[in-house]
């Protein structure tokens, strides 16, 4: 490790100063320091060495971004440290080799004295006994203690199946119980705010959740409230835990004790897909896994990324799935018949008295095939293009192509909120950056849209097509839209704009497509499929493809690897990239 | 019933948090004088002691549910507290309990503090207080009484009247 390692992009890093310790009897040479739960330096613990030498240490207090408390007992390891002579030099045994005296009780030299591994620091010579009898011992022991007031109600536990208390006891405990006593019985169901329910009667007291309330979101709601075996985690009376971040302490909760009010007694865990996906509902673009079962999304839990949101995500990002599943989601191809030829001043009646046009169901290649000879008919600049900061890197790319092709004004649709410490962006649109860097729109997105109005109300604009947003609440009101020769919109759900498009085309939530977004920081992060796509509709960028093979005549990619790599080399900001490369954390581009 | 400190009361709880480095120290103390003053620790007495010493109310509640000394429920007029460490316990503590029980008409078996009806009243055990060669001993309110048999117990309730 103290060779330089050098990379081709990077400089060498600064050499580190190491320690060299025994884990498990094997040499290994680790940092003196490394970062702490807020990144600072710190000198290293037994828990990050053995970390380093793959010897996994259990543990339930202990939480790499939470400040240590030591509560848990459970990362107790046996250790050994080089014996010193009076004259304070390291005694050899006779091989040469340090004398190293394992820790033991002063008053019980017989039994070996452990360390919580999570808040010991390590020093030279150091040997650490993670497989140890004694270290097993320890843990069989700390687990018994947890158990002893612990409802064992695993069966109907929403955590059984990701529950560290099961998987240790499992992996560290004893096949059965030796306590015959009663239980103390503490507070079920309690309700501690709108999102979590709290069983005291599961919970280790491990305080994760009461650290990460205070620590990480500075709302310090939580305690361990009474004494002794009666402890228990509550809120003050009368106040609820209720802030944007409290899902993340049933992520965080080792045990079934908190519990999200969302995902209780909904699906059992195991039964889960999990695919990695990315947060929409903010330009933070919190990574996130997709739990879905039989295309039923059921729970979206952040995924660790420390180059965006750490391990955690907030409340309204994580519920704000149910719309993907949603009864009324648009699932047919949809084609508004064009009888007579006064079809505008007809459309525009309809508009008055708020009848909806008729649409007809149509599939996709006869409606591509429709808009594709609309499109190659009408002149260079009729059609302008509404796009959304919602859609994919690869579909903004292909409608900007369709754009240069049919030179019409493209532009999307701001969308701002506010922002807050932690994670939410005032930016609530996904992929803001994308859509610049695309370049869909301008640097102030909206800039276009007026303009794009006023075209229309000239009877300059002919054609919009219209990705993913509701123009009507963005100055295009039903009575210009009537104006149009030709509206081509496709979004998911239902809305007022949808309701009056000519060529109606059903596209998918991000869970049920691949593509790439750029966060508000300059983060290009993919995300994968989680579920299929309802009835007809389609991802945008396989159609779009196709759209633009058959509009411009220029050869595309059916893959959205190949549409990736085509992307990258043709957009400056993402020269060099390929979607192969791309990890699951995604990589930083300049803008 | 509104919640209102006396001036004086505030005066010398502020001087007292300057007795300490951090503010949040003095939480104990606050509590202390408190329940000395309103005779328990109320909701509206925590919060303003968290206010008092920048806190959130969760902090000082740990601690009024941690120490069984602080009672969040008015007691009585006369406490009888009634050592159960172990001499007392052996010297006949729970006969002790469960004749001021008898007579008050309340629960033996009841965990914690007890009031009777009329207020007047309250029961409990407490850990030693310190005379274990005289068990059982007891105290009613500041005052304490040792060797407490049946007929000197009666004695004090009669005392308290």
Redesign the interface.
């Known amino acids: 490790m103290s060779t330089a390692a050098t990379t081709e992009t990077k400089p060498a890093p600064p050499p580190v100063d190491t320690i060299k310790i025994k884990v498990d009897g094997r040499e290994i040479e680790v940092p003196k320091m490394m970062p702490d739960w807020q990144g600072n330096l710190q000198p290293t613990t037994m828990l990050q060495a053995c970390q380093l030498a793959a010897k996994e240490v259990p543990h339930y207090c202990y939480h790499p971004k939470l400040p240590i408390a030591g509560n848990c007992r459970m990362c107790l390891v046996e250790f050994g440290l080089p014996a010193m002579g009076p004259d304070r030099k390291l005694l050899l045994n006779e091989d040469g080799t340090p004398k190293i005296t394992k820790q033991v009780l002063p008053y019980e030299p017989q039994t070996p004295r452990g360390a919580i591994a999570c808040a010991t620091p390590i020093s030279p010579g150091m040997e650490i006994y993670p497989s140890s009898p004694a270290t097993k011992q320890m843990r069989e022991g700390i687990l018994e203690s947890l158990l002893i007031n612990h409802p064992l109600d695993c069966p109907i536990c929403d955590q059984a199946g990701e529950c560290k208390l099961q998987e240790y006891s499992v992996e560290h405990g004893q096949a059965t119980s030796r306590f015959v006593e009663a239980k103390v019985h503490k507070p079920k169901a309690v309700d501690l705010g709108p999102r979590i329910l709290l069983d005291d009667e599961r919970c280790i007291l491990c305080t994760r959740c009461i650290r990460f309330t205070k620590d990480i979101v500075g709302d310090?709601?939580?305690?361990?409230?009474?004494?002794g075996s009666y402890n228990s985690i509550?809120?003050?009376?009368?106040?609820t835990f209720d802030n944007n971040y409290t899902l993340n302490t049933v992520d965080i909760c080792p045990v079934g004790a908190l519990t999200s009010k969302d995902f209780r007694f909904q699906m059992r865990v195991w039964f889960l897909k999990e695919s990695k996906s990315l947060c929409t509902s903010c330009g933070t673009g919190c990574n996130l896994t997709v739990g879905s079962r039989e295309d039923k999304i059921y729970r979206f839990e952040p995924r660790e990324n420390n180059a965006v949101n750490g391990p955690w995500m907030c409340d309204a990002g994580r519920l704000n799935y149910k719309w993907v599943g949603r009864a009324d989601r648009l699932t047919e191809v949809l084609v508004q018949d064009v009888g007579q030829a006064s079809r505008l001043s007809h459309s525009s009646e309809k508009s008055k008295t708020g009848a909806t046009p008729v649409l007809r169901k149509t599939t996709w290649t006869a409606a591509l095939s429709e808009i594709t000879e609309k499109l190659k008919k009408v002149p260079a600049g009729s059609v302008a293009i509404v796009g959304s900061a919602r859609q994919t890197n690869e579909e903004l790319f292909l409608l900007g192509k369709l754009a240069k092709k049919l030179g019409a004004l493209t532009d999307s649709v701001p969308r701002e909120g506010e922002a807050d410490k932690l994670l939410v962006s005032a930016d609530r649109n996904p992929n803001s950056t994308g859509a610049r860097l695309t370049g869909l729109c301008f640097t102030e997105m909206g800039i276009h849209l007026p303009k794009i109005a006023d075209g229309i109300k000239a009877g300059k604009i002919k054609t919009l097509i219209v990705f993913g947003e509701d123009v009507t609440k963005h100055g295009f009101g039903p009575d210009l839209l009537g104006r149009l020769d030709t509206l081509i919109v496709s979004d998911i759900l239902p809305n007022a704009t949808t309701r009056l498009a000519h060529y109606l085309l059903p596209g998918c939530a991000h869970a049920e497509k691949r593509g790439t977004f750029v966060n508000v920081k300059g983060r290009l992060q993919k995300f994968i499929k989680a579920v299929e796509p309802k009835g007809d509709a389609r991802p945008e960028w396989e159609f779009l493809h196709e759209l633009v093979h058959h509009v411009t005549g220029h050869n595309g990619f059916v893959s959205i690897e190949g549409l990736f790599n085509q992307m990258a080399h043709e957009v400056p900001a993402f020269h060099g990239l390929e979607w192969a490369k791309i990890g699951d954390t995604g990589v930083t581009v300049q803008i | 019933m509104s919640f209102s400190i006396p001036a004086d009361l505030e005066a010398e709880l502020n001087e007292l948090v300057t007795h300490y480095p951090q503010k949040r120290s003095a939480s104990l103390m606050f509590l202390h004088a408190l329940q000395e003053h309103f005779g328990y620790v109320s909701?509206e007495a925590?919060e303003w002691t968290a206010k008092k010493l920048d806190l959130?109310?969760?902090?000082v509640?740990?601690l009024v549910?941690?120490y069984?000394m602080f009672r969040q429920e008015p007691a009585g007029r006369y406490v009888m507290k009634v050592c159960r460490t172990l001499s007392c316990q052996l010297g006949g503590a729970d006969k002790l309990h469960a004749h001021f029980c008898g007579k008050l008409g309340l629960d033996v078996h009841k965990h914690g503090l007890q009031t009777s009806k009329d207020g007047k009243f309250s029961v409990e055990f407490v850990e030693c207080l310190a005379s274990c060669g005289t068990a059982p001993v007891m105290m009613c309110n500041e005052d304490f009484y040792e060797g407490v048999s049946n007929v000197k117990a009666d004695e004090i309730l009669a005392k308290a009247q």
């Open positions: 310090d709601k939580l305690g361990v409230v009474n004494r509550a809120a003050f009376p009368g106040t | 909701k925590i959130q109310p969760i902090n509640y740990e549910t941690f069984p």
